[in-house]
């Protein structure tokens, strides 16, 4: 298995919703990542886990929460959020930190 | 500061070559990594480079000059399904931790 997954691959959420990104790697990679893009901009970092413990966390709002249950899960929690976070959600992981990241397809979330 | 530079858009022939460039201002660089994004998809690994020189991987080269905080990237024999994102994203490894930082990408069109 050579590939990150992402379920799911679309979402539309109201702000008042509670919901949750799922991410899996069955590379035996170590450190995995959450990206956020917009439209037309780069990927911006938001959390990095390295062997299953938060390692950088980019000063992101407490409503996005990360958990990393096992060395191949990797989920994102999302709760009470902005039409502002409406964006393609990437996670990618990499053998070690210092390693090439490899992405999945993302998820595209909408907030209404 | 962490500066990326690249073009925003280049147009290129089918069967030509192109050179796609990036500048970089960053602390801690310990890389420079391209990534190809096609519309609404993940980013794609494409080369890695840490030493100054060139990397060859079939129809993609990229290098590297630390000294002048510059890479390129060269497309040879373009393809129509090289209509693309090229993103150059810089690893930098500051307060303790790695991270990677995006250039804004150059979009590329390729033509018949």
């Known amino acids: 298995d050579t590939e990150v997954t992402q379920t799911p691959k679309h979402l539309v959420m109201g702000m008042t919703n509670k919901k949750s990104l799922k991410c899996e790697q069955h590379?035996?990679?170590?450190?995995m990542y959450w990206y956020k893009q917009k439209a037309k901009k780069p990927p911006e970092l938001m959390f990095v886990?390295?062997?299953?413990?938060?390692?950088i966390n980019e000063s992101v709002p407490s409503r996005f929460s990360p958990e990393c249950p096992n060395s191949s899960l990797l989920n994102l929690h999302l709760h009470a959020l902005q039409p502002e976070d409406s964006a393609l959600y990437l996670c990618?992981?990499?053998?070690?930190?210092?390693?090439?990241?490899?992405f999945g397809p993302g998820t595209r979330l909408l907030v209404l | 500061g962490q500066n990326i530079d690249q073009p925003t858009e280049m147009t290129a022939t089918e069967g030509a070559i192109v050179q796609i460039n990036c500048t970089y201002q960053?602390?801690?660089?310990?890389?420079l990594f391209w990534y190809q994004q096609h519309a609404g998809e993940a980013p794609t690994f494409l080369s890695y480079?840490?030493?100054?020189g060139l990397e060859e991987k079939g129809r993609f080269s990229s290098f590297l000059s630390r000294s002048k905080g510059y890479s390129y990237l060269l497309l040879k024999e373009l393809q129509m399904k090289d209509s693309a994102s090229y993103l150059c994203?810089?690893?930098?490894?500051?307060?303790?931790?790695?991270?990677?930082?995006f250039g804004a990408g150059t979009r590329l069109a390729v033509h018949p």
């Open positions: 990618a992981s990499s053998l070690g930190q210092w390693e090439t990241q490899y």
């Open positions: 590379m035996g990679h170590r450190a």
């Open positions: 886990y390295s062997y299953e413990k938060l390692s």
């Open positions: 960053t602390s801690g660089f310990n890389g």
């Open positions: 480079n840490v030493l100054d």
């Open positions: 994203a810089v690893r930098s490894s500051s307060g303790g931790y790695n991270k990677l930082i």
